[in-house]
């Protein structure tokens, strides 16, 4: 079975009010625009998660509603997890391990430097940064999410706004 990964990096932010936490950080005009492009590319290659995880700051949460209404994936295959704001890398790979087999295609949405070095964990050709609003697409040769690994890794690409 084929299992399907997309890691995105939340869009760009703003820092236009230094008071907000990190967390509360909104898209910055650019970002609402890229998340918007991106997504339409996603869906001109085809591409549809069966399920979106987001981390809670409002920054991922927003481009990842974004996906969701241009993919039209439905509201009740969509989850926040505590752990994709700044949990580590470990905590990003436990909640991708832990996601029921039916659901054949992931995306979860969050923040660098856990995005990047996931992405690498299992790419074959490492990138240096994925930039905000990146997207890495990986397909796997694998019947369980808890076995996707690099070395069954079937097919992958990156893609970010200025990728064009």
């Not at 650019?30 to 549809?48: L, S, T, V, W, Y």
């Not at 700051?57 to 039209?72: G, K, S, W, Y």
Request: hydrophobic share 40%.
């Amino acid at each position: 079975m084929q299992r399907t990964l997309f890691i995105n990096r939340h869009a760009k932010s703003s820092w236009d009010d230094p008071g907000l936490d990190d967390i509360d950080r909104p898209l910055a005009p650019r970002g609402i625009k890229n998340a918007c492009e991106m997504a339409k590319r996603m869906k001109k290659r085809g591409d549809k998660p069966g399920m979106i995880i987001s981390s809670p700051a409002d920054r991922a949460l927003h481009t990842a509603v974004i996906f969701a209404r241009e993919l039209m994936v439905p509201f009740d295959e969509f989850r926040i997890m505590e752990d994709l704001y700044m949990g580590g890398e470990e905590s990003v790979l436990d909640i991708i391990y832990g996601v029921d087999n039916r659901v054949s295609s992931l995306m979860i949405f969050g923040h660098n430097p856990d995005f990047t070095h996931l992405a690498n964990y299992f790419l074959h050709d490492p990138v240096n940064n994925i930039p905000t609003c990146g997207l890495v697409g990986l397909s796997f040769d694998s019947e369980e999410w808890e076995d996707i690994h690099r070395s069954n890794v079937t097919d992958s690409f990156f893609d970010f706004p200025k990728n064009r």
